[in-house]
């Protein structure tokens, strides 16, 4: 579920990226599949560090959804897509030079 949250999440940080940063944007597509990618690694980097195991074990515990897991993988996600699709929009403007 995080994971899937944070997919969704970076295909719009990707796409808000893009339209702030509009020399870098890859187009609507690019943006959204580069977000997706960067949202996924973002989530995985998040579960890595242990902070959505913590996070699940606190909502098993208290037997519902945890509001603080969901943020957590929407800000992990969106700022993941966010950042990996300037990354790509840097490297394109690279070697278009």
């Not at 702030?20 to 187009?27: A, D, W, Y």
């Not at 959505?52 to 519902?64: I, W």
């Amino acid at each position: 579920m995080e994971l899937l949250i944070g997919l969704l999440s970076g295909a719009i940080g990707g796409n808000i990226a893009g339209a702030l940063l509009k020399n870098m944007s890859l187009g609507t597509l690019g943006n959204s599949i580069v977000g997706i990618l960067g949202g996924g690694i973002g989530a995985q980097i998040l579960g890595m560090l242990g902070a959505s195991s913590v996070a699940t074990d606190v909502a098993a515990g208290a037997g519902g959804v945890d509001l603080g897991s969901i943020i957590g993988s929407v800000a992990s996600g969106g700022v993941g897509g966010g950042v990996l699709m300037v990354v790509v929009g840097l490297i394109k403007q690279m070697l278009a030079k």
